[in-house]
């Protein structure tokens, strides 16, 4: 089948679901071949024998639906060219059969002279081999009166299938299909999902039927899959088995699957330099931009007491935890005159005042 050549696939498949007539898969194939080969009446039977041995198997359900669409779908086609104006259905008694009389310009003419003469219509006697007598030249109500019976018009119930209206979209974990609908109840939307199917139906408000089936392009998870009834839409979320970028949604011939960009793949080098002037908000990495402060602060050169503080900070943050409590101790009994590191010296009492040469200390309430 993916040859495309329908017809060896339905025979091939016939000849296995006759040898092993409990093997699903042969009436499964089959169905699928003689599906595309629009025999829809002979697929349905083949996916029904399939479901026979496997009832819990949603894709054959999903196909029995697709054939009894086709099969409406025909039977109303053939329904609208019945009841074509066009063409009148005139059954008479003494016979079964029917003919068709065609509507031309000699009819009307017919029609309008019988009115203006007021004389009744002209019956062809019937032939000797049976078949039932025509009446020409007449409207179908005429015909209706001269047969007896009162053709009324029936009216036809046609299962109208809605052309589907929906979108798509995905992320890096999930397939999101969007159907266009509004103001849809809960208990009108039966959604199934299949490891590589999704089959929708909606009653709409309308009362006509939306219909969505799908041949899913890659594997999704069933169980992790969920459905969302808002009242601008209905949103059918479906889990990926693996994170890999969709190039279509439905199946292919040839599928082809792109990985999602990594980050440092998703903007272009090219990008960084702005080849033209340009007015858009730029982002900044600023992280980096910290890293560069830090490494031109610890890179400058000080002069001074600038210097000098910056190396008592530097020892007080490299130093240990004895030098630090040295530090502390010396620097605040000794209002600010010594600053020691070696804390068995400093532990050993209190640290005296030592102002500069050419100062002295006083307190301050002295």
Known sequence: MKLDNYQAAATDASSAASLQPDNSKAHTRKGVALFHLEDFRAAREAFSDALKLDNENKELKMWIRK??????????????????????????????????????????????????????????????????????????????????????EQPQQQNTVSKPRYDWYQTETHVIVTLMIKNVKQENVNVEYGDKTLSATVKLPSGSDFSLELDLAHVINPAQCKTRIMSTKVELKMKKTEGMRWSSLEAADETVCKPFPTKNETKDPGDAVH????????????????????????EEKLEGEAALNQLFQQIYGDGSEEVRKAMNKSFVESGGTVLSTNWDEVRKGHVDCKPPDGMEYKKWDS
Do not use: F
């Open 67 to 152: 054939c009894d669409a086709e099969l409406d779908l025909a039977e109303n086609e053939a329904k609208q060219d019945e009841n074509s104006p066009d063409t009148v259905m005139v059954g008479m008694a003494r016979g079964e059969d029917s003919q068709l009389i065609q509507k031309d310009d000699n009819h009307k003419k017919a029609e309008t002279a019988g009115k203006a003469n007021q004389q009744p219509p002209v019956v062809k006697p019937a032939a000797s081999d049976g078949h039932a007598a025509s009446v020409t030249g007449q409207p179908s109500s005429v015909l209706a009166a001269i047969d007896g019976q009162s053709n009324q």
């Open 275 to 298: 080849k033209y002037p340009t007015s858009r908000h730029v982002g900044k990495d600023w992280d980096k931009v910290a890293a560069e402060i830090a490494k031109e602060e610890k």
